[in-house]
């Protein structure tokens, strides 16, 4: 792994199913997020980690719900899926808050 | 008014030529500041950071005016290659509220042969 990584890919998923995107990091960054982007709206964020052990809320939480058992790995779960989660989501991962921030490919999410 | 505003475009921009983008940010207490580049369907990645004093990074100058609370980016010789959404970030607060790392909607750039 070089980077920070996403999976799936892309999914498509049925209203009310239980979805969980991954994320996961090699570079031993502090922090981790979780953005969603929509036509005209731009970079949302969901939830954010300043560290392993802890998250915090960010602009758009509602639905949502996010782990940080480790330094590498940052998962995002849609517990039950609506429409409005349409999205593409991307994951990132900063040394600190003040610093660049590395995005990992993003996944595409769409929920009929 | 939104945390971070920024004219959304589209810029459309003959090769060779010079253009600016602007971004304001509502925040007077904003630590950080940086620009961000996307490509159509990628993930946005780091252009530059922005400095107090300003910065240039071969055709790309960045200025901050803490005063009117806006960035700039300046791109000159317009390259094919530069077509491409470029996104203001604005760090809230410094360094503790990570939940304060806010994105612009983005400015579409096509630079045109």
């Known amino acids: 792994i070089a980077g920070i990584t996403q999976a799936p890919t892309s999914q498509i998923l049925a209203a009310g199913r239980r979805m969980t995107l991954r994320c996961t990091q090699d570079m031993r960054h502090n922090a981790m997020y979780w953005y969603r982007q929509d036509l005209g709206l731009g970079l949302r964020l969901i939830h954010y980690?300043?560290?392993?052990?802890?998250?915090g809320k960010g602009e758009v939480p509602d639905g949502y719900s996010v782990s940080r058992a480790n330094t590498d790995d940052f998962p995002l779960t849609l517990a039950s899926a609506v429409p409005s989660q349409t999205s593409v989501y991307f994951c990132?991962?900063?040394?600190?808050?003040?610093?660049?921030?590395?995005f990992g490919p993003g996944t595409r999410l769409t929920v009929l | 008014r939104k945390e971070v505003e920024q004219d959304p475009g589209p810029f459309n921009v003959p090769e060779g030529a010079t253009v600016a983008f602007n971004c304001t940010y509502s925040?007077?207490?904003?630590?950080?500041f940086f620009w961000y580049r996307q490509d159509c369907r990628k993930e946005p990645k780091l252009l530059m950071s922005?400095?107090?004093s300003g910065n240039e990074d071969g055709r790309f100058t960045a200025q901050l005016n803490r005063a009117s609370q806006y960035i700039s980016l300046l791109i000159r010789d317009s390259k094919l290659s530069d077509s491409a959404t470029y996104l203001c970030?604005?760090?809230?607060?410094?360094?503790?509220?990570?939940?304060?790392?806010?994105f612009g909607p983005g400015t579409s750039l096509s630079v045109i042969p």
């Open positions: 990132a991962s900063s040394e600190s808050g003040n610093n660049e921030q590395f």
């Open positions: 970030v604005v760090n809230g607060r410094g360094g503790t509220s990570y939940d304060k790392v806010i």
């Open positions: 980690s300043n560290t392993a052990g802890t998250t």
């Open positions: 922005v400095y107090s």
């Open positions: 925040n007077s207490a904003s630590q950080s």
